[in-house]
Nanobody, 123 residues
């Protein structure tokens, strides 16, 4: 019932920037948290950044001071602004959203993943 659509990935040179977007749609009552994870070839999926409903955000040490996560609550959309990109940032980036679908008196918890968007940092 709740789906995520990611966009914004692509090929960028080292030092460049990209902005990823993830829009949640469906019967959403509220969103508790939205985050970005990434998985490089041969590696496990890791947290990149996560933002909770109150606005507090946390980041992986490897992206701290370079990436910024933000939200457009009215559109149920989360963004990841990626600056000063490095080759080691190359990965498939996945959006994750937690929240409740339905209504005040008939709601269900959900956690969904986006389809992934490829970010390649190379000269």
């Amino acid at each position: 019932q709740v789906q995520l659509v990611e966009s914004g990935g692509g090929l960028v040179q080292p030092g460049g920037s990209l902005r990823l977007s993830c829009a949640a749609s469906g019967s959403i009552f509220s969103i508790s948290a939205m985050g970005w994870y990434r998985q490089a070839p041969g590696k496990e999926r890791e947290l990149v950044a996560r933002i909770v409903s109150g606005g507090r955000a946390n980041y992986a040490d490897s992206v701290k001071d370079r990436f910024t996560i933000s939200r457009d609550n009215a559109k149920n959309t989360v963004f990841l602004q990626m600056n000063s990109l490095k080759p080691e940032d190359t990965a498939v980036y996945y959006c994750n959203t937690e929240g409740y679908s339905g209504s005040t008196f008939d709601r269900r918890y959900f956690e969904v993943w986006g389809q992934g968007t490829l970010v390649t940092v190379s000269s």
